[in-house]
Structures are given as structure tokens and as C-alpha cells.
């Protein structure tokens, strides 16, 4: 299956603190990758989908496990509406309902430490010198991802015996600020990424 990959890097709306560059703002660093079938998918005809209502994330031995992070309900929310607005409809059970999509979500963050050190000159009666230690600086950012897959469960594949995403979604960017602005840049990550995908309508 052929997917073809549009890419956005979302523009910074939301004035909050400058990190890690003290001239950029956090949210310049958002991006919203998609990825979808270049040819023989009809995504105007799937008609209904199941929403697994609970965000994933991966433990250290790579397996996905239930997330706990707070904004697991808004990662849902936002993408439950956003398929309703495409005009799909819900179903309840995605064994008994036989969903044609089904719609799985997952996250990550990551910590980030850079540590550097100098040797500042110092002055004296006698000339400048090196002290004997060295100046250590420490700083830390944390970065996050939301994956999110459009799984047909018609379609299997017998090599990797899995079904097959017929569209996925990769946001990618700084998971710093209040939770107020993480939140409302995860849903401006979800909103994006069907905007960007205009063929997910059904018909």
C-alpha cells in the first residue's frame, strides 16, 4: 500500500514562555505529520468507526500499556469529534458492531538534558588564569508525541500479522507550559490533522 506524508509545522498562536530558545516560543516547535493510502482506499466509504477510549503510551520493554497522563480524555474528545464531523458514526462495541474503522491512540514523552561546562578567565595581580574547575551549566526540556491510527480491521497483513492503518497522524513537539496551553495545542494538533486530510468524509 503506497501512503503519501503532508507535513505542517503548526505556527505559534499562544504567547507563553520562550524554550529552549529565548526567541522562539514553544509552540513553534509543534508539527503535524499525516500519513495516508496514495491509491485503493475508499475513505468516503467507511460509514462507522469504534474509538478505543483509552490513550496508550509505551512502558521501557517497548510493549503499549494504559497512559495515565491527564490529557488522555482531551486526546480522545478531540479526536471522537473530529470523526463525527466527518461524518462517521460511532459504535459502541468494536467486536459486535463491526466497526469499518477503528481508532487507537497513543503518546510519549521524553526528558531531555543538556549538560556543558566552561572555563571562565579570571584576572589577578599576577595575569589571567584558568581556575581549576570548570563552570557546569544543567537545563532540561521535556518533548511529546501523539500517534494516532485509522485501523480497518479488514485489512490484514499475513507478514507483520497486524491490521493495517489506513491513516495515521504524528504530532511531534515541546510538552512545556501550563497544562491549560499543552491541552489546547494537543487539540490544535488533532483539528490540524484532519483539516489536512479532507478526503476523511464519508460519504
Not at 28 to 57: K, N, W
Not at 70 to 80: D, T
Amino acid at each position: 500500500m503506497r501512503r503519501t506524508l503532508p507535513i505542517v509545522i503548526l505556527a505559534g498562536t499562544l504567547l507563553g514562555g520562550c524554550y529552549p530558545y529565548q526567541d522562539q516560543y514553544i509552540e513553534d516547535f509543534d508539527a503535524v505529520f499525516t500519513l495516508h493510502a496514495e491509491e485503493g482506499i475508499d475513505y468516503g466509504g467507511y460509514q462507522t468507526f469504534a474509538l478505543v477510549d483509552t490513550l496508550y503510551t509505551w512502558d521501557r520493554q517497548g510493549e503499549l500499556v494504559p497512559s495515565d497522563s491527564r490529557f488522555g480524555p482531551a486526546v480522545i474528545a478531540e479526536l471522537r469529534e473530529n470523526l463525527l464531523a466527518a461524518g462517521y458514526t460511532e459504535v459502541s462495541d468494536p467486536f459486535a458492531d463491526d466497526p469499518d474503522l477503528v481508532a487507537v491512540a497513543r503518546a510519549t514523552t521524553t526528558t531531555h538534558v543538556d549538560i556543558s561546562y566552561y572555563y571562565p578567565w579570571y584576572g589577578g595581580w599576577y595575569g589571567w588564569y584558568y581556575p581549576y574547575y570548570p563552570v557546569t551549566s544543567v537545563s532540561s526540556y521535556n518533548s511529546g508525541s501523539l500517534v494516532i491510527d485509522l485501523i480497518d480491521p479488514d485489512l490484514f497483513d499475513p507478514d507483520t500479522e497486524q491490521r493495517e492503518a489506513v491513516w495515521t497522524m504524528y504530532a511531534a513537539g515541546l510538552f512545556e507550559g501550563s497544562n491549560a496551553s499543552i491541552e489546547t495545542r494537543i487539540r490544535s494538533a488533532i483539528d490540524q490533522a484532519f483539516s489536512q486530510s479532507p478526503y476523511l468524509q464519508a460519504d
